[in-house]
Structures are given as structure tokens and as C-alpha cells.
């Protein structure tokens, strides 16, 4: 990235700074406060990654760099990742590849791609085959980044959640039924006690 093209970030990013702000703190709103959102950095440039390091502080997120794919997967294979920011076009190991196999060992991992204007058919096969969340072209608005990470970790705590609740309605599901069933072992068994003092009855009255 040149100078010219930082320059023109820095000032897209003036004055929506407090918008974003506001927005970081809508999903703190939602967010279980025991929950951390770990987002990875992936592209092959220093600068670029310290771009984008850059415009996540302050918010609640723990980030994470690497400047490869094979890096990348080594450090998911060690750290808990909600979110993944990756460049398509990187020596070694492309973007397109490295998403594929998170896509297949890490689904649930939010991903979000950076692509050049030049390759849109490469963001169609990526979207089919790593079924990423979402994608940014470059060079990006700050804005419009911030606010896909925002929702990506949004729409994450909400499947969490849904995915807790189910869980929880599962074991309270499970407690019932062991109630019921036991219910049912007491009602059968009083039931056969109150036949066998009825018949205990009638042969008394019949002796």
C-alpha cells in the first residue's frame, strides 16, 4: 500500500470514527461479557496487517496476525479464532486455498475476504467453495470494514446463544423425560400394589 492510498484511507476514515464507535458499543450490548471475539489477520504485507491491526483498537476484539496461510492455520490450530480477514492473492499457500481448508476444519469461523478490483471471478469461487461471510475490496473503506467485522461477531453471538438455548432445552428435555419415565415406574408399580389389595380383598370377602 503507498502512501497515497494510506493518506486516502486516513481521511475516509475521519468522521466516522464516532459512528463505528457507536457501533462497537451495540454489540458489547449483546455480547456475554465473558465472551472475547478473536479475530486473525491474514495477508503477506507488514503494512498492511498493521493497517488493519490499526483500525480495531479500542473495540472488543483480541487480534491476531499472520502473514501467510500455512501461518495462519498453524496458529488456528492453538488459539480460539472467531473471525478471519484474509488477502486472496498471497505467495505459497493463496487466500482462496487457506480459506477452503478453514472452511473445512474450522466452519464456524467467520470469513471475510480482501480482494483486489481485478478479481471478481475469484471471489465467486471462493464464495461457493469456502462459503465466506463476506468480502472487501481494496483498497477498503474503514467504515465499511469495521462494521462487517462488527456484524460478523454479532450474528456469531447470536448462533452461540441459539446453540446454548438448544442445549439447555436438550437437557431440561432429557430431565422431564426422566421424570416422566419415573413417574410412570411409581404410577405402574402403586397401581399394581392397589390390585393386588383389591384381589387380597375380595378373597376375604369370599372366604
Not at 486455498?97 to 464456524?108: A, G, I, S
Not at 408399580?189 to 380383598?201: F, I, K
Amino acid at each position: 500500500m503507498n502512501d497515497k492510498t494510506a493518506d486516502k484511507q486516513q481521511h475516509t476514515s475521519q468522521g466516522v470514527d464516532k459512528g463505528v464507535d457507536e457501533g462497537v458499543d451495540m454489540i458489547a450490548s449483546i455480547r456475554n461479557p465473558n465472551e472475547q471475539i478473536n479475530i486473525l489477520l491474514v495477508d503477506d504485507e507488514a503494512p498492511i496487517l498493521r493497517s488493519l491491526k490499526r483500525l480495531f483498537r479500542g473495540a472488543p476484539y483480541d487480534v491476531q496476525i499472520a502473514e501467510s496461510g500455512e501461518q495462519a492455520l498453524d496458529i488456528l490450530a492453538s488459539q480460539q479464532c472467531d473471525v478471519i480477514i484474509s488477502d486472496m492473492r498471497m505467495p505459497g499457500m493463496s487466500g482462496q486455498d487457506f480459506l477452503k481448508e478453514v472452511q473445512t476444519h474450522y466452519p464456524y469461523i467467520k470469513r471475510i475476504v480482501l480482494s483486489g478490483y481485478a478479481e471478481p471471478e475469484n471471489i465467486f469461487s471462493v464464495v461457493n467453495e469456502a462459503h465466506i461471510y463476506s468480502y472487501v475490496q481494496k483498497p477498503w473503506d474503514e467504515m465499511d470494514l469495521k462494521l462487517k467485522v462488527k456484524n460478523a461477531a454479532e450474528e456469531l453471538y447470536l448462533e452461540r446463544l441459539i446453540q446454548r438455548q438448544n442445549t439447555e432445552l436438550k437437557d431440561q428435555n432429557s430431565q422431564i423425560n426422566e421424570l416422566n419415565d419415573s413417574l410412570e415406574q411409581k404410577v405402574t408399580a402403586r397401581t399394581a400394589e392397589l390390585v393386588r389389595a383389591n384381589d387380597s380383598l375380595q378373597q376375604a370377602y369370599s372366604d
